[in-house]
């Protein structure tokens, strides 16, 4: 099956500066990459996502890029606020709706 | 107001018992879905229910079976739990083909 892994596990940044967190996955017919965010003793909550036949996608600070070729994608959070301190969780579905989740990265926001 | 609903939201039980999870969601979604979350290892899916009466296995079910008899209601249940369940469970919805999942606030669940 798919398997997508998270390569920060934690990841600190000043505020004001971009943060970048980084996910690679195996099957090669993965086509749907959501970003979820999960604050302290919450539920996890959509924050952006990219389908396979666009390679960037952008709302706001959030930037997404998929490398198909390498099966990588990406968050960039630009202009980093401490409200951004969370942890992401990237996915990738393969399936109809069937989602496999990377183990997430600690995103801490220095003031 | 779209929200998903967990009870109980901490829940204590020893080995051998059984454990009643639920979860309700209000925004008519087609899909439900339970996941288990375990330190270091992210979201693993335990089942998908794609409508009611109409569930399938994710990548972990072993020791879990669920119960979906109305749209709105999606039950996990574990019938003898074990030590090894201990975890945070959480629920999901969403509507149509890979769409935004929207997700409970857990329930923490401590085998004895």
């Known amino acids: 099956g798919e398997k997508v892994e998270q390569h920060e596990s934690t990841l600190s940044v000043r505020e004001g500066d971009s943060a970048v967190i980084n996910c690679t996955y195996t099957d090669t017919a993965s086509s749907y990459f959501p970003w979820y965010k999960q604050e302290a003793g919450k539920g996890l909550h959509f924050v952006i996502d990219?389908?396979?036949?666009?390679d960037r996608k952008q709302s706001q600070r959030l930037i997404v890029l998929l490398d198909k070729k390498a099966k990588r994608f990406s968050l960039h959070i630009t202009a980093t606020q401490p409200e951004d301190s969370a942890i992401y969780f990237c996915?990738?579905?393969?399936?109809?709706?069937?989602?496999?989740f990377g183990s997430g990265t600690k995103l801490t926001v220095e003031p | 107001d779209m929200k998903v609903t967990q009870m109980p939201r901490y829940l204590i039980k020893r080995m051998g018992e059984n454990v009643l999870l639920e979860c309700g969601q209000d925004m008519s979604h087609e899909t439900m879905y339970w996941y288990r979350q375990d330190p270091g290892l992210g979201l693993q899916l335990i089942y998908i229910?794609?409508?009611?009466?109409?569930?399938s296995e994710g990548d972990i079910p072993k020791g879990y079976r669920v119960s979906r008899k109305k749209r709105e209601h999606f039950s996990l249940i574990l019938d003898s739990a074990k030590t090894n369940q201990t975890s945070v469970y959480f629920c999901?919805?969403?509507?149509?083909?890979?769409?935004?999942?929207?997700f409970g606030p857990g329930t923490r669940l401590t085998v004895l």
């Open positions: 999901a919805s969403s509507q149509g083909k890979n769409a935004e999942q929207f």
């Open positions: 229910s794609y409508d009611v009466d109409s569930n």
């Open positions: 990219i389908r396979s036949n666009v």
């Open positions: 996915a990738a579905s393969p399936n109809y709706n069937v989602l496999y």
